[in-house]
């Protein structure tokens, strides 16, 4: 590969992120600064690490942006859990919205493997 952009992992972090920013540039203020800032940080921390990682070249240290990654997906199901509780987001999308996290998380963790028998290659 030579582009992130063809990562299919980075493709749906960064189109599941953007999902998340169409809800909370809805939020009022006070949802915005509290829990809104932070669920946008952890989700685009996800697709921002396993790009840096790409950019690295050097498969340990990418394997080592991936697990920040994967700490991002449980920051991220963290202030999901928050934002469905308090009722930020409606409930009718909490069940899809956790499939679509869990499945990136499992697939971060095919990449982080298929980085591995890589560098044992």
């Given at each position: 590969?030579?582009?992130?952009?063809?990562?299919?992992?980075?493709?749906?972090?960064?189109?599941?992120s953007n999902k998340i920013w169409?809800?909370?540039?809805?939020?009022?203020?006070?949802?915005?600064?509290?829990?809104?800032?932070?669920?946008?940080?952890?989700?685009?921390?996800?697709?921002?690490?396993?790009?840096?990682?790409?950019?690295?070249?050097?498969?340990?240290?990418?394997?080592?942006?991936?697990?920040?990654?994967?700490?991002?997906?449980?920051?991220?199901?963290?202030?999901?859990?928050?934002?469905?509780?308090?009722d930020i987001i409606p409930k009718?999308?909490?069940?899809?919205?956790?499939?679509?996290?869990?499945?990136?998380?499992?697939?971060?963790?095919?990449?982080?493997?298929?980085?591995?028998?890589?560098?044992?290659?």
């Amino acid at each position: 590969m030579k582009d992130i952009t063809d990562l299919n992992v980075y493709k749906e972090a960064l189109d599941f992120s953007n999902k998340i920013w169409m809800f909370c540039k809805q939020f009022d203020y006070f949802t915005q600064q509290t829990v809104g800032i932070q669920l946008v940080k952890s989700t685009d921390s996800i697709s921002a690490n396993i790009a840096e990682g790409f950019g690295r070249y050097h498969y340990k240290e990418n394997i080592h942006f991936c697990y920040y990654a994967r700490g991002s997906v449980e920051e991220t199901k963290d202030w999901l859990r928050k934002a469905f509780y308090r009722d930020i987001i409606p409930k009718q999308l909490e069940n899809k919205t956790f499939d679509e996290i869990t499945i990136i998380y499992k697939k971060i963790n095919n990449y982080i493997n298929s980085i591995k028998v890589k560098s044992n290659s």
